[in-house]
Each structure stands twice: as structure tokens, then as C-alpha cells.
């Protein structure tokens, strides 16, 4: 099974590279629309900002092909962001693929609430869902987000941080998770090695 992770302008690609090959996968960083056209399976990892980062995927016409893809396609942070239909982050157009809005947290009390969000929280509201399946009770996840993905009928995972939003999102072949599966542990490790099932 090939599975292509596509290259973008955006950090913390080496981390889910090396959670993939910790499951024995066959992984590759790229952004040669045929070989990702190609893949069993597609990752789109990345922390960052939005705006560049749609410039990037723009200028190489991967926007494009990532709305064309058929097999099974796994958003993680600034992915799952980017396939939302807009950003607040620079008001950015995104790719659409989810008809859902990303937002930035407000803290309504600074002395509880810092932004980023920052650090592990609960998978809630779980959906039955390939991509969820075998998962512990009361899953923890781990999180590094300013901006958040509104709840929707999408939604197959919450999550409450000042106030409840989508943790994670599927429509079609298309999946996306808020949180570093790479480094969520055992929990990020079941959900990555679900992706790769399904």
C-alpha cells in the first residue's frame, strides 16, 4: 500500500512521516500531483497558516486535484482547516471539501483560557465511524490549534474548549482530525492505524 503525504509549506510533516513508519507503512513526502493521484492513500498533515499555505497549493494546482481525489484522503491540524469552505486566519477561501467554517478562539476568560489551545483533550459525541473504531473510552488527544472547525452534521468527534467544536470530520472518502495524531499516544496511533484500514 502506497500512501503519499503531501508537501506543503507547512511544519511538523517529519513527525507524522515517522508515526507512519512506526506502523509499518510505506509513506512518501510529495507534491507530484501523479504520484498522489496514484497513492492507496492520501495524508495531508501540517501546522502553519492558512493563506500561504492555499498559495502553495495553488501555484502547483494540488487545490485542484485534492477536491478530485477518490481514495481514502486524512486531513491532521492545518489540514482538516484547509478543507474547511473558509478561514478566519488572513480570511482565507479554503478547498471546500467540508461545508464548514474555521474560526478562531475567543478566550472568554484569559485566566482559564489561553489561545492556542494547547495540550490534551477529550474526544467527545463519537460517531460510529471506521476511523474511530476500537477506540479507548474517553479518548485524549493532543492539541496545538488558534483556530477551530465550527460543529457541523460532518462532525464525528467534538471536542469542548471554551465551547465545542468539530475534532473531527468526514463526508465521502474524505476524513480530518484537529488534533497531532502523532502525537496523541496510543489514541493518535489507533486513529492513524484505522486510516489505514479503511
Known sequence: MKIAVIKYNSGNVQSVLYALERLGADAELTDDPEKIRKADKVIFPGQGEASSAMKYLKGRKLDQLIKELKQPFLGVCLGLQLLCEHSEENDTECLSVFP?????????????FKVPHVGWNELENLVANPLLKDL?????????????????????????????????????????????????????????SNFLSI
Open 100 to 112: 464548514v467554517k474555521v474560526k478562531r478562539f475567543v478566550p472568554e476568560n484569559s485566566q482559564e
Open 136 to 192: 479507548p473510552a474517553n479518548p485524549f488527544v493532543y492539541y496545538v490549534h488558534s483556530f477551530y472547525a465550527e460543529l457541523s452534521d460532518l462532525t464525528i468527534a467534538q471536542t469542548h474548549y471554551i465551547h465545542d467544536f468539530s475534532a473531527i470530520l468526514h463526508r465521502d472518502n474524505y476524513y480530518a482530525i484537529q488534533a497531532h495524531p502523532e502525537k496523541s499516544g496510543l489514541v493518535g496511533e489507533k486513529l492513524l
